[in-house]
């Protein structure tokens, strides 16, 4: 997993970064809120392989990981931004890379 902070992002409509991973993959892209706000989070699911490429993940397609937050995420509230690797649909006992770049929020 790797996390950075994502403050006021209230006035972009989604992220862009540069990604690949050492197999295909899956990783789940996640915003989380304050702690003041429950620490909540929506994620968005995408795919890597061994060839870098753009992915861009718009805001609106987030969507919670637990039942009880809002459908799409508050952006006022959100301080972190995460990429974690997706054990959804990842073997047991296997392992895997990822690497990013140019991560950047866009309008």
Known sequence: AFATA???IGAYTGVRFMGRA????RVSVQLRASAEQGSGRWRRSVYLDEDARTVTVPFAE???????LT???PLAT???LL???DTLNTALGSNGE???DDIA???
């Open 22 to 25: 050492s197999r295909p993959t």
């Open 62 to 68: 987030f969507r919670p990981v637990r039942a009880g």
């Open 6 to 8: 994502a403050p006021e």
């Open 105 to 107: 929020f866009v309008r």
């Open 98 to 100: 990822f690497w990013l």
């Open 71 to 73: 459908p799409v995420p």
């Open 78 to 80: 959100i301080t972190s």
């Open 83 to 85: 990429f974690v690797m």
